[in-house]
C-alpha cells in the first residue's frame, strides 16, 4: 500500500537527481586513453574523431597558456601598442582555430599564425607511447598516446630511459612549438613520471658534440613497411617523419612530407629503406627510398627552376 508521506515531488525529484549527478562528478576518474576510445564508441563516436577533437582541445589549451602569459606581460609593463599588437594577433588566431572547429578541418600545415614565445614554457601530461630515436639509436624524446612529440636532449638517453618508460604517465615542461592537426613538438626542459614524482632536467652536454659521420659507413642498411600511425613534425609544424605500424620510426626532409600527405590514406601501405639503428629501444630510418602502394616517392628535392 502507497502512503503519500512516501512519495517524492517533482520539484525534489529535480533536486535530488542533479545533486546525485554533481556528486559522481565530483568522485569521477580520469579517464585513460583506450577509456576514452570506449565511451566514445557508445556515445557513437568514432575514434578518428575523437582523435582529432583531442588534437583541438590540445592546440586550444596551448595557446591560452600563451594568451595568459602575454596578458600578464601586458598588464606588467603597461604597453598599450603591445596590448593592441596582441589583441588583433589573438583576434586572428581565434576566428581560425573557431573556423576550424566548426568546419571539422585544419589547414594542411600551420594551424597557428604566430610560433609561441621564445622563452615561454608550456604544461602538458600525457601517457608514453613510444621512445623516439635519433640516427644514432640514442633516445631523443618520446611520442605520447595523445599524439605530442616531446623532444629531449639525446646525451641524456641513460637518464631519460631510466626514469621513464613506455606506459608511464608523465608531466612535461618545455618550449611547445606550432601547432597542427599532425601533431605538435615540445622541447622538455624536464620531464616528471607522475607516478614516482621522478623528474629529469635537461642540460647541455660537457663535451663538444662530435664530428658528423659517413652514414653508409657508420649506420647500419635498414627496411621496413607498414601503414602509417602517426605523422612526426618538427618546432615549426613541419613534418618531418612517420611512425609505421610495426612501431617503426621514419626519417624524411619536410619536402617529403609534403609529398606523403597527399598521397597516403588510410590503410596505404608504405615502403621505406635507408639507413640507421635498431636497438631494446626501437628502430629508426632515415630514409634513402620510399614507396605508397608502390609508387616511389622523391627523397631529393627539385632543383629550382
Not at 529535480?14 to 580520469?30: I, P
Not at 609534403?258 to 639507413?275: P, R, T, W
Request: hydrophobic share 40%; aromatic share 6%; net charge neutral.
Amino acid at each position: 500500500m502507497n502512503h503519500s508521506s512516501d512519495r517524492i515531488t517533482n520539484q525534489t525529484a529535480k533536486e535530488l537527481f542533479a545533486l546525485a549527478a554533481q556528486l559522481q562528478g565530483e568522485k569521477s576518474h580520469d579517464y585513460t586513453p583506450s577509456e576514452l576510445v570506449q565511451a566514445a564508441t557508445e556515445a557513437g563516436i568514432s575514434p578518428e574523431n575523437l582523435q582529432e577533437a583531442l588534437q583541438l582541445m590540445r592546440i586550444q589549451n596551448t595557446q591560452n597558456q600563451i594568451r595568459r602569459h602575454n596578458l600578464r606581460l601586458i598588464v606588467s609593463s603597461g604597453i598599450v601598442g603591445v596590448a593592441i599588437a596582441l589583441t588583433s594577433v589573438w583576434a586572428y588566431f581565434n576566428f581560425k582555430v573557431n573556423s576550424a572547429i566548426a568546419g571539422r578541418t585544419l589547414p594542411a600545415a600551420i594551424v597557428s599564425p604566430v610560433a609561441p614565445e621564445d622563452g615561454f614554457v608550456a604544461s602538458y601530461t600525457g601517457t608514453v607511447q613510444q621512445y623516439l630515436l635519433n640516427p644514432e639509436g640514442k633516445v631523443d624524446g618520446l611520442l605520447l598516446k595523445n599524439g605530442l612529440q616531446v623532444k629531449f636532449p639525446p646525451h641524456l638517453t641513460n637518464q631519460l630511459t631510466n626514469a621513464i618508460a613506455p606506459g608511464a604517465d608523465v608531466r612535461i615542461a618545455g618550449k611547445a612549438g606550432v601547432a597542427t592537426r599532425f601533431g605538435q613538438e615540445v622541447q622538455a626542459s624536464q620531464i616528471t613520471n607522475q607516478q614516482n614524482q621522478q623528474t629529469i632536467v635537461a642540460q647541455s652536454p660537457m663535451a663538444p658534440p662530435p664530428p658528423p659521420v659517413n652514414k653508409a659507413n657508420t649506420y647500419t642498411s635498414l627496411a621496413a613497411e607498414g601503414t602509417a600511425q602517426n605523422w612526426l613534425v618538427g618546432h615549426r609544424g613541419e613534418l618531418n617523419g612517420l611512425i609505421l605500424s610495426s612501431g617503426v620510426e621514419v626519417k624524411f626532409p619536410p619536402h617529403v612530407g609534403e609529398q606523403l600527405v597527399n598521397m597516403i590514406q588510410g590503410n596505404d601501405k608504405v615502403q621505406v629503406q635507408g639507413f640507421g639503428s635498431r636497438n631494446s629501444y626501437g628502430q629508426v630510418i632515415e630514409a634513402t627510398h620510399l614507396s605508397v602502394n608502390g609508387e616511389n616517392v622523391a627523397i631529393a628535392p627539385v632543383p629550382p627552376r
